[in-house]
Nanobody, 122 residues
């Protein structure tokens, strides 16, 4: 019901825009979170946005470089990633939480989408 897309290979300093498309239900009242998992590492929180987009949250290492947003009319979420670094390389996934608040905790999310690979070369 959720599908992340927009990944690819870029050089350090480049940009990518990830999309999270929802199908089968409306996610307008759900919070949307973005997580990533690098090879051999645990999944980690990247960014989240509340249902009303009034609140956004970021992990410290992406603040000022990444921007999370949503378009409720299109039932989509986005993650704009600028100034990418090799350490941003990972599979990025989006998730939705029914309470609508957005969260940095995996267990707060009810729906998960298939991820998209982002590779940043130095």
């Amino acid at each position: 019901q959720l599908q992340a897309s927009g990944g690819g290979s870029v050089q350090a300093g480049g940009s990518l825009r990830l999309s999270c498309a929802a199908s089968g239900r409306t996610f307008n009242t759900y919070g949307i979170g973005w997580f990533r998992q690098a090879p051999g590492k645990e999944r980690e929180f990247v960014a989240a946005i509340a249902w009303s987009d009034a609140y956004t949250y970021y992990r410290d290492s992406v603040k000022g470089r990444f921007t999370v947003s949503r378009d409720n009319a299109k039932n989509k979420g986005y993650l704009q990633m600028n100034s990418l670094k090799p350490e941003d390389t990972a599979v990025y996934s989006c998730a939705a939480d029914k309470w609508g608040l957005g969260s940095g905790t995996n267990s707060d999310y009810d729906f998960w989408g298939r991820g998209t690979l982002v590779t940043v070369s130095s």
